[in-house]
């Protein structure tokens, strides 16, 4: 992905990537972190197409406000076969997700996992 927003225009030293975190909520755990470091109330969410609906939606359920950055969208951006599977994977997921915050109070609860740092 930072090869992609690196050819989009954007300038390596921007560019935060998280490769520590293992699940969404961790990775949404992570950008909270960074965000909060640098006093940022809005973050630019670079993922797979498929998969930026539910980070949106963690972040601002996290009080982030979250843009898409220049990522290409739809399924000419994976196999066929690979984007169907996570198109469903993800529709599945938010209700899930949903379901989970509301029972947890309408606020997600850090995840434990993965502290951000070098590298991140």
């Known amino acids: 992905m930072a090869e ?3 050819a989009a225009g954007i300038a390596p030293e921007r560019l935060i990537l998280d490769e520590a975190s293992l699940t969404t ?3 949404v755990d992570a950008a909270v972190h960074w ?3 640098g006093g940022h109330r809005v973050v630019v969410i670079c993922s797979d ?4 609906p539910r980070i949106g939606m963690l972040l601002g359920l996290r009080g982030i406000e979250a843009r898409r950055g220049p990522v ?4 000419g951006t994976a196999p066929l076969g690979q984007w169907l599977i996570m ?3 993800e529709s599945l997921a938010i209700p899930v997700y949903l379901v989970m ?9 850090p995840q434990t ?4 740092g070098r590298g991140f």
């Not at 915050?101 to 609860?109: A, D, E, Q």
């Not at 996992?113 to 951000?116: A, F, K, L, Q, S």
């Open 4 to 6: 992609r927003l690196q």
């Open 25 to 27: 909520r961790q990775n």
């Open 87 to 89: 198109s469903l994977r």
């Open 113 to 116: 996992g993965p502290t951000p």
């Open 35 to 37: 965000a909060g470091c």
């Open 101 to 109: 915050i509301m029972v947890s109070g309408l606020r997600l609860r």
């Open 49 to 52: 197409a498929y998969h930026l």
């Open 72 to 75: 290409p969208t739809g399924p």
